[in-house]
């Protein structure tokens, strides 16, 4: 697969076409991306075994909603019944994604307390027991406590679980990739791409915090398919499909612009 590079200005462009995207059909990107969000919160609480099936169900729910998006993007009617596609198509792989993003957590959590050693197993320790995350910072200032570095190779290896992750889902639901390929196609073109990635997630930042300040979390649901929406066109910029000769970026009227 060819994966495009782009330049810094793309990460507004994918916040832009991401909101485009939702104006096609405001009301039906704003409630299906509410009905992704009960789904998951609803496996949260169940009791036991709930936070791992939230995991196992998240990829499951994205490529869902990423249907949703591309039928947004080629302007056909949204059902209900595209946000379901990832229990339709591929659900075993999505499936198995979360259960890699299970493992990666774990595997992170376990790198960092070994990093920490036996000072940073005792911090956390005392920070849970007295639930005070001031004992974390202090720590963290404290020179030769080895908690930073400790904590910086756990936080290093998260987020580039998160590049991986992130695109794997839409490469397995549209391009019939195995979950490890996706994963590793996904770190590859988010590293290539991390110019514009960072820009992207000031962005989104910014807009967080500016929708923050409305009442009753109105600004939640705004933010919530706009993570979701400008996701998918980030995904369909850098990796554009088979049987285009060019990067299309989607954009109101199905224009295709050239890379």
Known sequence: MEIQKLN????????KQGYQLIMRNPLMSVTLAL????????????????????VL???????????????????????LTHL???????AARLAALGGFLILGMLFSSMAMVMAGGEALRTLLENVNTANDPQLLIAAMMTPGSGVTFSLLVGIALVCLLM???QYAPMLVFFNDMQPIDAMRT???????NLVPYTVYNI????????????PYNIGMIVLLPLGL????????????FAHELAAIEPVPNNQEIQS
Do not use: D, H
């Open 57 to 79: 169900l998240i990829p499951i729910v994205i490529a869902g909603y990423m249907r949703v998006c591309r039928a947004l993007e080629e302007e056909e009617e949204i059902e």
């Open 163 to 165: 590049l991986a992750f």
């Open 203 to 214: 962005i989104l930042q910014v807009v967080a915090l500016a929708l923050g300040i409305l």
């Open 229 to 240: 929406t400008s996701l998918y066109v980030s995904y369909r910029n850098i990796f554009p």
């Open 35 to 54: 009905i992704c969000a009960l789904a998951l919160f609803t496996a949260l609480r169940m009791p036991v075994l709930g936070p791992l099936l939230a």
């Open 84 to 90: 379901f596609e990832g229990f339709q198509k591929y």
């Open 8 to 15: 810094a200005a793309r990460g507004w462009t994918w916040v």
């Open 186 to 192: 996904s770190l590859s073109g988010s590293l290539r």
